[in-house]
């Protein structure tokens, strides 16, 4: 076996660099150093394949291969030519490019993708009067070249398609949160399936889906169809096979995960994707806005929700659908840790209540802020006598020395699917190699349009300035509160919203 030890380079979301260098550390990385939006270790060739299985919180696994300077495209492309290209590639070899650039001298990215791949082709034709080819999806080697400045680094790109395409999503409502997202969020609170967890506004149940994995310490790349690491000259077939049908460090989970929505068609695709990650075993589901929720699903529990923002699902009164949510946790969920992501000052104001932890985080191209809620029984001052103290600001997850699942074992009942999840030999991805033939290609979502030049404090789109908004109560608060649009349903297509590092292009 190949124990040479090289440099790694893991890409993800501003926010989540702390929780990812984590997980690394956990996989045996060595070296741990964190940067914007990627995380550096070294590490051999194994580490390389679990990191593209194991990490929840990574968008790409890159293996840098050649660095150099350059000031401007041209002399790009004469490093390029210089680089022994038949280590790596062939005549009859696809590949692609992907360029990320911050620098003042290279003000245009896909010119200098052009200029690299014109040296690879000239180099194969001064060789053998032929060159490989260019494609877009599903080449055979894909190339990363990142440029700071005048530092450039070129990288395989070990993932191919970004890691948050899991592969378990067959439908989506019409602003489903990114995966690497929704499991970074659960991860900063520190929860690994201690507790109960809810999700009252699940629209496609991502959030519900990586809680569940997170819990049993499944694998989120079990799913995938392929890695470009597959399509490597030195790809290692049998240690690929031995990491991923290696199920050891898996763990039962004895609480239970629950999610609701207003919308049943979220519902029934939500269904659809917890069934098709095989975790239907763990989690609970029921049409109800959470507005019309008199009591929790269990006495003390954790809850995570990404509500709407107004900026793809709207509302009739946004304002009004966060002071709800404000309500029911005051009256409803006494003894949880409430923790909810969104984008507006004005929706968190309407909330009521005073947050103990704000983590920055990006979702897409919108400077978010994941809030932590202590909903506690009585007043604060005895609740700050406890040792407790509200409105805290801290950007690291919460480090525990274990994650054993709590000692005792309940479950309740809540309109949902008790599906057992398969084990061992039952589960249709392990077996002798059926999955390289059955793991089907899963497409993609809608792109949405990119957050541009909004101001974060906007009054006058919710009421006139200066105008005190006129409350409302009981069931006319209710009809007016939840008549917010039905989410578009679409099934998932080949143009997904673009990932972190192609925002960072337009930097």
Partial sequence: MNTEKFEIVAKTFQG???VLAEEIRQLGGENVETGRRM????????LLYKANLACRTALRILKPIYKFEAANPDEVYEKMKAFPWETLLSPETTFSIDSVTYSDSFKHSKFVTYRAKDAIADYFMKKSGKRPSVRLN?????????IAQMSCTLSLDSSGESLHKRGYRVGQTEAPINEVLAAGMILKTGWHGEKDLIDPMCGSGTILIEAAL???????GIFRKSFAFERWKDFDEELF????NDDSHEREFTHRIYGSDISPRAIDIATQNIKSAGVSKY????VMPFQRYESAPSPEGILITNPPYGERLTSSDLLGLYESIGNRLKHVFKGYEAWIISYHKECFDRIG????ARIELMNGALECEFRKYEIFDGRYKEFKGEGHNLDKRYDAPHRRAS????????????EGHRDERPRGDERPWRGEKPWRGERSERPASRPSTPFKGKSFERRDRFNPEGEKPHRLHGDEAFRKFVTFKQPSIKPNDETTKPHQEETDKKD
């Fill in 16 to 18: 989540l660099e702390d």
């Fill in 39 to 46: 995380v550096s270790f070294q590490g051999d060739k194994t």
């Fill in 138 to 146: 599903g080449a055979e080697v894909v190339l990363n070249l990142h």
């Fill in 214 to 220: 997170i819990a049993t310490n499944t694998y989120p």
């Fill in 241 to 244: 096979e031995t990491l991923y």
């Fill in 283 to 286: 989690i609970d589901l029921k």
């Fill in 353 to 356: 209540l005073k947050p103990s």
């Fill in 403 to 414: 994650h054993s699942p709590a000692p005792y074992n309940r479950r309740k009942s809540y």
